[in-house]
């Protein structure tokens, strides 16, 4: 049981992480709160159901072209949708509910509402006393690793990656060094997008596919990023295994537990409010007149 | 090198520049002093386009902020180029309360301020000399930007915007906030800065110590420029001292 739960905070705690990363950059950079981002992920995750089934993709060649197709499809709607609106708070909010419900209907219309699956990458598991491992969560919580280990190098050590750190800090300093900031906004979006397309794509083996998979990760990825302190990548980073841990305790502690996941992370989210508004490691913006 | 005419900036009708011009010629130190509000930061942030940014992101109608005049910097009109590319030509505003990438290091902060050159050795050699000049950002070099004293801030700022090899330098009111001793030294800096071959624009308000080392000053006051001249030619009219250089 404790090993249950810890394997399951743990491969949940990672998905929130890379979820709530990516929503994190792009408010940090450009302002926006994209509460489509996990509609994204939904979409990588149906991308490679229906690439896998219905043109015959390996695995591999699944998860890339749901990764670029993810994307691609985060810039033209952020071009054609986003950007025009972007200085606008409550018009994006409403925006991006609007387009990640669209998304919700046209899976809906595509694929109707049934629950769907994707084989894993590798089968098999591993017997560790009383609870089993399988490779798949082994091999996802690997890659999850590499691609936030590839995230944090990219920060760092890029040139996008500076311009990147020093627009989320301040934009019109960063405007002042030569930076586009709208460029490097619009770069920002792309990477976490594609980062949502990345998340679905690790994940998707060990979920079931459906048009409202988005709904959870939403409301964890907002709590996580609540928790961590809005803006703030190592936050986000910590809160996501806080909460993965939370949620997990109450799955296999309480009685009927799986029924009260969204109250945890909502919970935490109104005593974090009240307690810490800023969160752990909340960031403060340069005030821009 | 850079030629301001009629410049006019408008925030909510509110006219905060009322027809201004000024000129800065290559090589020359010249400083733009005037009280509080009168319009200094409202005008390098016209020359610099961060008026024309601000408007571009600005939520209400087109009209609450208004732009008129022309600004010419190396023969090129620029009133209407977006800030980024203002900064690539080689015109770089160091902005008021220095604004340094809090949550990076001091390093970070100069490679930050040499993202516009191509060159590794380019980089190299700036940084070279931005330590040289400011020796205590290097030994602060990883040091957290943000817990930096205030006057180590402000050598990082103006190290900053010295990264990208600028032409003509503008710095708004380097020594505020600062202690007399931090004062002095900042304005030494500036001195070799210009000694470099930077031109540079200064906006101040420690009027005394600044027009002993520029070679032109303007007087700012409620959006005009009232006088113009030398130091020691402003610091003889009894009028002026008294009610805008408050001396
Ligand atoms: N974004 C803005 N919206 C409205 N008014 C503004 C804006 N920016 C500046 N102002 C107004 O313009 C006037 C001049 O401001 P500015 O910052 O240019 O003065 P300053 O000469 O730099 O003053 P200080 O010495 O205090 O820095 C002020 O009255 C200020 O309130
Ligand atoms: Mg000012």
Redesign the pocket.
């Known amino acids: 049981m404790a090993f249950d739960i810890l394997i399951t905070s743990l491969i949940n705690g990672s998905t929130y992480a890379m979820l709530a990363i990516g929503f994190s950059l792009i408010f940090g950079v450009a302002r926006i709160v994209n509460i489509a981002h996990t509609a994204f992920y939904m979409v990588a995750a149906y991308c490679i159901y229906f690439t896998t089934y219905r043109l015959g993709f390996n695995p591999i060649s699944a998860m890339l072209a749901a990764i670029v197709f993810v994307a691609f499809l985060g810039w033209i709607v952020y071009l054609i949708f986003i950007r025009p609106i972007r200085e606008h708070e409550q018009a994006v909010l409403i925006g991006t509910i609007a387009l990640a419900i669209a998304l919700q209907e046209l899976m809906l219309i595509a694929f109707t509402g049934d629950y769907r699956t994707v084989p894993a990458l590798i089968k098999g598991f591993a017997q560790i006393g009383h609870a089993k491992v399988f490779y798949q969560q082994i091999l996802t919580f690997g890659s999850v690793f590499v691609v936030l280990g590839l995230m944090r190098l990219f920060l760092m050590k890029t040139k996008l990656g500076l311009a990147i750190r020093a627009t989320a800090q301040d934009r019109e300093t960063a405007n002042l060094m030569g930076m586009d900031e709208s460029r490097v906004a619009m770069m920002a979006v792309i990477i976490s997008v594609g980062l949502a397309g990345v998340t679905g794509a690790i994940i998707v083996p060990l979920t079931t596919i459906e048009p409202f998979m988005w709904n959870h990760p939403l409301i964890m990825m907002m709590a996580v990023v609540v928790l961590g302190g809005m803006g703030s990548i190592k936050g986000s980073f910590y809160a996501s295994f806080i909460l993965g841990f939370a949620e997990a305790l109450v799955v296999f502690l309480v009685p009927a537990g799986a029924f009260l996941k969204g109250a945890v992370a909502l919970s935490i989210m109104i005593i974090v409010l009240l307690i810490r508004p800023a969160g752990l490691f909340g960031v403060q913006f340069e005030e821009e007149? | 090198m850079l030629e301001i005419s009629n410049l006019t900036v408008c925030?909510?009708k509110?006219m905060?520049i009322n027809d201004i011009s000024l000129r800065v010629n290559e090589g020359e130190l010249v400083s733009l002093v005037?009280?509080?509000?009168?319009?200094?930061?409202?005008?390098l942030?016209a020359i610099t386009g961060l008026v024309t940014w601000?408007k571009s992101i600005h939520r209400g109608s087109s009209d609450d902020?208004k732009l008129q005049g022309t600004v010419e910097f190396m023969g090129k009109r620029i009133e209407r180029t977006p800030a980024h590319q203002i900064a690539a030509m080689g015109l770089i505003h160091c902005p008021?309360r220095r604004r340094p990438f809090r949550e990076m290091s001091v390093l970070e902060n100069l490679k930050a301020g040499a993202y516009l050159l191509k060159s590794k050795k380019e980089i190299e050699d700036n940084l070279r000399q931005v330590y040289e000049l400011f020796p205590r950002l290097k030994e602060r070099s990883h040091q957290v930007s943000g817990t930096l004293s205030g006057g180590e801030q402000q050598m990082l700022a103006i190290g900053r915007a010295l990264m990208s090899n600028p032409k003509l330098l503008c710095i708004?009111?380097p020594s505020t906030g600062l202690a007399p001793i931090m004062r002095s030294e900042v304005f030494r800096k500036i001195k070799r800065i210009k000694e470099m071959g930077i031109t540079v624009l200064l906006?101040e308000?420690e009027v005394s110590t600044v027009f002993t080392m520029t070679d032109r000053n303007y007087v700012?006051s409620s959006?005009k420029i009232i006088a113009e001249g030398k130091g020691e030619e402003l610091l003889k009219d009894e009028v002026l001292r008294k009610t805008y250089l408050g001396l």
């Open positions: 007149r | 925030y909510d509110a905060i005037g009280p509080n509000g009168a319009g200094k930061s409202t005008t942030r601000q902020i008021e708004d009111e906006v308000q700012l959006g």
